[in-house]
C-alpha cells in the first residue's frame, strides 16, 4: 500500500495488523482519485481511517487539511506514523472516536468524506444518514462511499443525491452529492 501521486508520492504506507482494518485496493483507490482528481480541494474527512491511506493520499494531491477518525488504538498509532512518514501532520488532525460520537458533536464542513467502514456491520448506511442529517458537507462536496459489491445500499438518503456507482471487481465505490448542488447545477443547463 502506497501513496500514488502528489507530493507524498510514491511513499509505502503502514496498516494496522489484525482483521479491523480492510485497506482500499491501490487499483481501487487509482480508480477513485482519477474520478474526483479534479475535486479534491479543501476539507476532507476519513472516516472509518484504518492506515488513513484515503485522506493522506487527498492530501498529497493537494487538499487542504485532513480529519482522521478512527476508534481503533492501533489505527491511530498507525495514522500518526503514516502521516509522520509523509510528512503531512501538519495539516491533518487524528481524532481517536467512534463514528457516531464523531458526527454527533462535529461542527465543521469537508469538501470530501471518505467512507470505508467495515464491511460486516450496518455502518455505511449509519454514517451517511447522520452526515445528510447534520449537513457537515460542503457546497460541491462529495461523500465517497466503499462497500462489497453483494451489499445493497438505500437510494435515497435526505438532503443527498446518489451521482454514481462505480464498480472495481468485488468493490463498489458510490458517490453522493448534496441536493441543493445538483438542483443548482441542473437549474444552469
Given amino acids: 500500500m502506497r501513496v500514488i501521486t502528489g507530493t507524498a508520492g510514491g511513499t509505502n504506507l503502514k496498516a494496522p495488523k489484525g482483521l479491523n482494518t480492510r485497506p482500499t485496493a491501490d487499483k481501487v483507490k487509482q480508480a477513485l482519485f482519477n474520478i474526483i482528481q479534479y475535486e479534491i480541494a479543501g476539507e476532507v474527512l476519513d472516516l472509518f481511517a484504518g492506515s488513513g491511506q484515503l485522506g493522506i493520499e487527498a492530501l ?43 458526527l454527533s458533536r462535529c461542527r465543521r464542513s469537508f469538501r470530501l468524506i471518505f467512507l470505508d467502514p467495515p464491511y460486516a456491520e450496518k455502518y455505511l448506511e449509519n454514517a451517511i444518514k447522520c452526515i445528510s442529517e447534520i449537513d457537515i458537507l460542503a457546497e460541491g462536496g462529495i461523500i465517497i462511499a466503499e462497500r462489497p459489491a453483494d451489499k445493497a445500499l438505500d437510494q435515497e438518503f435526505p ?31
Wanted: hydrophobic share 30%; glycine share 6%.
Fill in 159 to 189: 438532503g443527498l443525491v446518489r451521482s454514481k456507482d462505480y464498480r472495481y471487481g468485488s468493490t463498489v465505490i458510490t458517490l453522493f452529492r448534496r441536493q441543493q448542488d445538483v438542483l443548482r447545477e441542473e437549474g444552469e443547463d
Fill in 60 to 102: 498529497s494531491r493537494g487538499a487542504s487539511h485532513a480529519v482522521f477518525v478512527d476508534e481503533g488504538r492501533e489505527a491511530i498509532s498507525v495514522i500518526q506514523e503514516n502521516l509522520r512518514h509523509t510528512r503531512l501532520e501538519s495539516k491533518a488532525q487524528v481524532v481517536r472516536s467512534d463514528y457516531l460520537s464523531y
